[in-house]
């Protein structure tokens, strides 16, 4: 075969849409429910439930906001890259996340492309996922979950 199978996705994937949509946009806190308590008085909006993230370095909780959603993130201890980011940074904006329909096919495409990826796809809150090196992406943090 002359052509890898590689080149033929490259090719496929050439000028078409791979991101659905936002699905969700990542922020960074100290107090998890002091931050969900924000959201429901200020903007009456609701949140779900804590689930333990990040390998067991975060509490994430979700805010609905219809179109997309607010995740939160509080660290669990000093370990982590959240932590780390609140040290550096202090609260606030941590990542924009896009949705995709086929996570490794787009990694290919990515990596193709000369994009950092980091690490493996995890499965994340909402699905298996994984983050581009903000160096390569004008200064954000991208991640890219399948759903
Ligand atoms: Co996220």
Redesign the pocket.
Known sequence: MSVSSLSLKVLFNWGMQMIKKVS?L?MAVKNLEEAREFYRSAFGLESSDPIIGGDGTLRVSMVDVGNTLI?LLQPIGNEGVVAKFLEKRGEGFH?I?YEVDDINAEIASLKAAGLEILGEPKP??EGMAVFLHPRGTYGVLV?LVEK
């Open positions: 969700h990542g995740e990542h996340c994340g809150a991640e």
